[in-house]
T-cell receptor
Framework: KQEVTQIPAALSVPEGENLVLNCSFT??????LQWFRQDPGKGLTSLLL?????REQTSGRLNASLDKSSGRSTLYIAASQPGDSATYLC??????????FGQGTRLTINP | GAVVSQHPSWVICKSGTSVKIECRSL??????MFWYRQFPKQSLMLMAT?????????EQGVEKDKFLINHASLTLSTLTVTSAHPEDSSFYIC??????????????FGEGSRLTVL
């Protein structure tokens, strides 16, 4: 059974800092990993999808890496802004289609 | 990116009534959609996998007679909470994958539906 852990559970940093969110998963036999953002009371917005054959993906100030062998992924946010405040979730497939989510990292960027 | 629309975004109902939530893929076809439930400050828990034209697959512990799922077309899945009770109050989120992307494609999520049962 796939289990996903995210560390830290919460993070508060001043605006402008670069930061790293961590995600680990127990079953390395995955075909992709996805990072999402969730604002309070809202649904999920897909940020980055990394296929198993890739080591990283970049979108603007976001960079996600994937190390399947160690069961880890990191989401790097450069030059953080107050608008980046949200909960960030990583998810990996279990079986053919189901996604298993981590508990999320609640990020607060202070102006 | 692709758009998944949920309706209603919030609903309040009396205990004992039934509530239907719709999930639509607006610009792609989805053979499979997923229904999640999220309690405050917790992560998403998969309730069931909705398959177009066939019965849904429910996760262990989810009552299929209470949470009725219908996936009548490639762009619409519905979740009906029957005889709702206060403990059913939660945030329900659906997701869908573009059928053309196969099983490794990106999943897109709706905005969620907040159900409050009085």
């Amino acid at each position: 059974k796939q289990e996903v852990t995210q560390i830290p559970a919460a993070l508060s940093v001043p605006e402008g800092e670069n930061l790293v969110l961590n995600c680990s998963f127990t079953d390395s036999a995955i075909y992709n990993l996805q990072w999402f953002r969730q604002d309070p009371g809202k649904g999920l917005t897909s940020l980055l999808l990394i296929q198993s054959s890739q080591r990283e993906q970049t979108s603007g100030r976001l960079n996600a890496s994937l190390d399947k062998s160690s069961g880890r992924s990191t989401l790097y946010i450069a030059a953080s802004q107050p608008g980046d405040s949200a909960t960030y979730l990583c998810a990996v497939p279990q079986g053919a289609q189901k996604l298993v989510f981590g508990q999320g990292t609640r990020l607060t960027i202070n102006p | 990116g692709a758009v998944v629309s949920q309706h209603p975004s919030w609903v309040i109902c009396k205990s004992g009534t039934s509530v239907k939530i719709e999930c639509r893929s607006l610009d792609f076809q989805a053979t499979t959609m997923f229904w999640y439930r999220q309690f405050p400050k917790q992560s998403l828990m998969l309730m069931a996998t909705s398959n177009e034209g066939s019965k849904a697959t429910y996760e262990q512990g989810v009552e299929k007679d209470k949470f009725l799922i219908n996936h009548a077309s490639l762009t619409l899945s519905t979740l009906t909470v029957t005889s709702a009770h206060p403990e059913d109050s939660s945030f329900y989120i659906c997701s869908a994958r573009d059928s053309q992307g196969g099983n490794t494609g990106e999943l897109f999520f709706g905005e969620g539906s907040r159900l409050t049962v009085l």
